[in-house]
């Protein structure tokens, strides 16, 4: 049971769903854009570019990375004064 309030201010809101909208737009012909023929293949070799990069550089410049500091930090003797 719904409160009157929320009530009338759902069904004052026009509200449609996807598929109500889709069936609208659909009948429409659109002749196809940049981003219908090339965006895929933008967006694909982006990804790979951007990938082939991160590769490159965390394997081939050379950069020691030392995730872990186990075994290579030594405590200082302690200094008295």
């Not at 201010?9 to 609208?24: G, P, V």
């Amino acid at each position: 049971m719904m409160f009157p309030l929320a009530r009338n201010a759902l069904s004052s809101l026009k509200i449609r769903s996807i598929q109500q909208s889709m069936a609208r737009k659909s009948p429409v012909k659109h002749s196809p854009d940049f981003h219908d023929k090339y965006g895929n293949v933008v967006l694909a070799s982006g990804t790979a570019f951007c990938v082939a990069a991160w590769v490159f550089t965390t394997t081939q410049i050379g950069i020691e990375w030392n995730l872990s500091p186990v075994g290579r930090v030594t405590p200082k003797e302690w200094k008295k004064q």
